[in-house]
């Protein structure tokens, strides 16, 4: 069908958002099993997070997960317009910045679940967010000429 090619890119940041879950339990689970944490004890003082208990290291995977849920949710809302709307909005220039951030996207997570360099990860998360604003100009201009 034209224009539904931006969901390609859409599925994989999907299934990306999947591997960093997986990615997040398989080294928090052992780490709180080693550090003897009751999860249920845990949810009872509010006081107390698995920041303040596990290693950096661990809850970066976390950290990532969460920001998985953030920005790129402005991305599936303007990928689904794209394609939506019809036309070719959904093919094209578009796809390549779609790719182009999802791409972006999955180093931003590498960088932040291994080494975690802020300002490497904010040089990142800076171009993913520039084709991410490219992307909503370009569903406004389509879906505002309408």
Not at 72 to 78: D, G, H
Not at 94 to 111: C, D, K, M, T
Not at 120 to 142: E, G, H, N, P, Y
Request: proline content about 4%; glycine content about 4%; aromatic content about 8%.
């Amino acid at each position: 069908m034209i224009g539904m090619e931006i969901l390609q890119p859409v599925v994989a940041l999907a299934a990306w958002t999947m591997v960093m879950w997986v990615w997040m339990y398989a080294t928090r689970i052992p780490a709180m099993q080693a550090a003897r944490i009751d999860p249920d004890k845990l949810a009872a003082d509010p006081s107390t997070t698995l920041d303040d208990i596990l290693p950096a290291k661990v809850q970066w995977k976390s950290h990532n997960y969460n920001h998985l849920h953030e920005a790129p949710t402005v991305f599936y809302a303007v990928a689904l317009v794209l394609a939506i709307v019809g036309a070719d909005a959904g093919d094209g220039t578009n796809v390549a910045i779609a790719w182009a951030y999802v791409g972006l996207r999955v180093i931003h997570s590498l960088v932040q679940a291994i080494v975690n360099k802020v300002m490497l990860r904010f040089i990142i998360f800076t171009l993913s967010s520039l084709c991410l604003m490219a992307l909503v100009v370009r569903a406004a201009m389509v879906v505002f000429a309408a």
